[in-house]
């Protein structure tokens, strides 16, 4: 579609009814609920669908017994629209926040370690300059932040690049880099080794981070290069509440930066194997969109994390 082309479909064609459908076709996988979610009724949702694809020329969803999956073409329109539709409601709000003064919401993401440190000290500076200012705090992997990000649905993040493809989109700040450590309870059968071998480590019950993630992946590539089976007990979470509650009832052990839970290691509550990793995760730093300018709430929000990052002295 020439430049000319793609002007006219979006001022001819394309309405905001389309883009809410897109959107909750995507999440709901069926025209019939989709059609709900948007206010529509079926036949109109399926009328508009067919629009699109009329107007663009290529199928944006494959017709399925149990509802609909998005073509290829479908995955862009779909994540492309989201993107649309949080602009304007930021647009929205930046109106709202001129009119009353810096007020309004926030929506920022962040992977475990800044969420712990970084991120907190960073919250309460901006709250104590704007205290109408609404943040809402999201903490996940970063392939999980990364798509809500590039969909509009949060202002910024502090996490990781993951592939090519999306690094066109975003401005990326680094931070810095994540050296884990083994955790365990304070008093743990393996806390007084001095031997502990990666053997040994096999054998111990683990809590492990989620299937797909950066850090499951280095793990899983560490037992196998050294010719081990992955550990048979494991629990899988990210939850640093429910990790601490397992940790102090349990000999599990789990892999994370020392900082995360230094409260607990300061107390004596919990403490760290010693075994070298050798694991250090890429670094992270801030995330945003490309060519998207913030809304007031959230420049001063970036601002502030920028602020904090300087006076840490490992920051990158």
Same mark, same amino acid.
Request: overall charge neutral; cysteine-free; aromatic content about 4%.
């Given at each position: 579609?020439?430049?000319?082309n793609?002007?006219?479909?979006?001022r !001819?064609? #394309? $309405?905001? &009814? @389309?883009m809410? %459908?897109? /959107?909750?076709?995507?999440?709901?996988? =069926?025209?019939?609920?989709?059609?709900?979610?948007?206010?529509?009724?079926?036949?109109?949702?399926?009328?508009?669908?067919?629009?699109?694809?009329?107007?663009?020329?290529v199928?944006?969803?494959?017709?399925?017994?149990?509802?609909?999956?998005?073509?290829?073409?479908?995955?862009?329109?779909?994540?492309?629209?989201?993107?649309?539709?949080?602009?304007?409601?930021?647009?929205?709000?930046?109106?709202?926040?001129?009119?009353?003064?810096?007020?309004g919401?926030?929506?920022?993401?962040a992977?475990?370690?800044?969420s712990?440190?970084?991120?907190?000290?960073?919250? !309460?500076? #901006? $709250?104590? &300059? @704007?205290?109408? %200012?609404? /943040?809402?705090?999201?903490?996940?992997? =970063?392939?999980?932040?990364?798509?809500?990000?590039?969909?509009?649905?949060?202002?910024m993040?502090?996490?990781?690049?993951?592939?090519?493809?999306?690094?066109?989109?975003?401005?990326f700040?680094?931070?810095?880099?994540?050296?884990?450590?083994?955790?365990?309870?304070?008093?743990?059968?393996?806390?007084?080794?001095?031997?502990?071998?990666?053997?040994?480590?096999?054998?111990?019950?683990?809590?492990?981070?989620?299937?797909?993630?950066?850090?499951?992946?280095r793990?899983?590539?560490?037992?196998?290069?050294?010719?081990?089976?992955?550990?048979?007990?494991t629990?899988?979470?990210?939850?640093?509440?429910?990790?601490?509650?397992?940790?102090?009832?349990?000999?599990?052990?789990?892999?994370?930066?020392?900082?995360?839970?230094?409260?607990?290691?300061?107390?004596?509550?919990?403490?760290?194997?010693?075994?070298?990793?050798?694991?250090?995760?890429?670094?992270?730093?801030?995330?945003?969109?490309?060519?998207?300018?913030?809304?007031?709430?959230?420049?001063?929000?970036l601002?502030?994390?920028?602020?904090?990052?300087?006076?840490v002295?490992?920051?990158?």
């Amino acid at each position: 579609m020439t430049l000319a082309n793609s002007d006219r479909f979006v001022r !001819t064609h #394309l $309405k905001t &009814r @389309h883009m809410v %459908l897109l /959107v909750e076709l995507g999440r709901h996988g =069926s025209i019939l609920h989709a059609a709900e979610a948007a206010n529509l009724t079926q036949p109109a949702a399926s009328k508009l669908l067919s629009e699109l694809e009329y107007a663009l020329g290529v199928q944006l969803f494959e017709r399925r017994a149990r509802g609909i999956v998005p073509t290829w073409y479908g995955e862009v329109m779909i994540r492309r629209a989201g993107a649309a539709l949080a602009e304007m409601d930021a647009a929205h709000q930046e109106v709202m926040e001129l009119l009353a003064g810096l007020s309004g919401r926030v929506s920022i993401g962040a992977v475990m370690a800044p969420s712990t440190s970084l991120l907190p000290e960073a919250v !309460t500076l #901006l $709250k104590s &300059r @704007h205290a109408r %200012l609404h /943040v809402a705090i999201t903490v996940e992997t =970063s392939k999980i932040l990364l798509q809500r990000l590039r969909a509009g649905e949060l202002d910024m993040m502090i996490g990781r690049v993951l592939d090519s493809d999306s690094a066109g989109e975003l401005n990326f700040e680094p931070l810095t880099d994540e050296p884990h450590h083994l955790i365990a309870r304070s008093g743990h059968p393996l806390a007084s080794r001095s031997d502990l071998s990666m053997e040994d480590l096999a054998r111990a019950s683990w809590i492990m981070p989620p299937s797909g993630s950066i850090l499951r992946d280095r793990l899983t590539s560490m037992f196998l290069s050294k010719g081990l089976d992955q550990p048979a007990e494991t629990v899988e979470t990210a939850s640093l509440p429910v990790i601490t509650s397992l940790l102090a009832r349990s000999d599990m052990i789990v892999p994370l930066p020392q900082q995360v839970v230094e409260p607990y290691l300061k107390f004596g509550e919990l403490a760290v194997l010693p075994f070298d990793l050798g694991l250090r995760m890429d670094v992270y730093g801030i995330i945003t969109r490309r060519q998207h300018r913030l809304a007031p709430g959230a420049q001063a929000m970036l601002d502030t994390l920028r602020e904090v990052a300087a006076k840490v002295p490992h920051a990158a």
